[in-house]
């Protein structure tokens, strides 16, 4: 009788580690296949119900609710605004899922459970989309096409206008590293503690941080929470990431050794106390200078940043991409061997 129990239990926790690896590995690879909409895309649906599109609006429009003329109260709003945001859509991908599990038949469930799941995490994660306008910049680079270069820089969020060709392919560098921890790393990493509902709260968090999360007039108050719970929330993962990119770098034969100088050297140098890791980090491994004008300067101009450089990051990028989706793998396996075995 007691062998059947234990057997039984088995089943079910292997069971429940392989629908969770395979929700993560298919996530990946639905979103390397179909990629994800931009304001550009030929369905607009599509691009208004992304998750990241819905946080965004939701946090929008509800932000002047929290508002208040004492910074105090104005502080402690925007505590509470970011935890609202947070279980708006955490708590629905939570109830819906457990739903989904506990009431299906048993195995028709775990299917339902899976195809959910691997669909919700995909729009956590951004890795098709980027590469296309990534090797799109480095083509116009080194085509020396500015006007088409400029095209592609929007992604990073920074006003081209000013920005010469070397200028333009380090935004485009810099966006990889900072968007390798947020749309990436940190999604994937999310879900392997804390299953699908883990990786919605991530985002969610995440574009709290990209809403409100600026020390501006407007925000400095009621983004505070915001920007600060991002932070803590990646401050691990970025310095785990910088490791694996020197690491990425040693593997493709690139300058591994003064990626790691690099990035002791220069990650304070960026406004963010995180995003300043990878940024160096890949700047030493290019042997290439990364610079936001009038804000901070990474790296040495050892060699020239050409579209060649941009194509080089790549390359870290899914090398990195690799490496954490098989540390993911096993931080999933101990956790629900541990923790959560459904």
């Known amino acids: 009788m007691f062998d059947i129990i234990a ?23 639905l979103d390397l296949i179909l990629g994800d909409p931009s304001p550009n895309y030929p369905d607009k649906l599509a691009f208004k119900l ?37 279980v708006a859509f955490a708590a629905p991908t939570f109830f819906g899922l457990w739903a989904v599990y506990t009431f299906l038949p048993s195995y028709l469930n775990i299917l339902f459970y899976a195809v959910i799941g691997i669909i919700l995490l995909k729009m956590t994660i951004c890795i098709k989309l980027e590469t296309d306008w990534a090797k799109a910049t ?15 820089v929007h992604f990073s969020r920074r006003d081209s206008k000013n920005l010469n060709a ?31 509902t883990g990786a919605i709260a991530f985002r969610a968090i995440n574009n709290l941080d990209g809403m409100v999360g600026f020390k501006t007039k407007e925000h400095i108050n009621t983004g505070w929470f915001s920007a600060n719970l991002d932070n803590f929330v990646n401050y ?53 200078q990364l610079e936001k004008p009038g804000q901070y ?35 999933l396996v101990l956790v629900r061997l541990w923790f959560f075995p459904m």
């Not at 040495?300 to 954490?324: H, S």
């Open 7 to 29: 057997w039984l239990t088995q089943s079910t926790l292997h069971l429940g580690i392989t629908t969770a690896v395979a929700v993560l590995v298919f996530a990946i690879v």
């Open 50 to 86: 992304h998750p990241t599109v819905l946080m965004g609006n939701f946090t929008k429009k509800i932000e002047p609710y929290f508002k208040n003329p004492d910074p105090k109260m104005e502080k402690f709003l925007g505590v509470l605004l970011g935890l609202t945001v947070i």
């Open 138 to 152: 480095a083509t116009a680079i080194n085509q020396d096409d500015a006007a088409e270069t400029k095209k592609y």
């Open 166 to 196: 070397t200028q333009m392919g380090s935004a485009v560098i810099e966006s990889m590293s900072e968007n390798l921890i947020d749309f990436k790393l940190s999604p994937m990493m999310s879900f392997a503690l804390f299953g699908v």
């Open 236 to 288: 691990i993962p970025t310095r785990l990431t910088a490791l694996l990119m020197i690491v990425a770098a040693a593997i493709l034969r690139m300058d591994a050794k003064n990626a790691w100088r690099v990035a002791r050297r220069d990650h304070k140098k960026t406004p963010s106390r995180n995003h300043g890791w990878p940024m160096a980090a890949v700047a030493g491994a290019l042997r290439i």
């Open 297 to 331: 300067i990474l790296g040495d101009p050892q060699e020239p940043l050409t579209g060649d450089k941009v194509l080089g990051a790549l390359k870290i990028r899914d090398v990195t991409i690799v490496l954490w989706g098989l540390f993911c793998v096993l931080v």
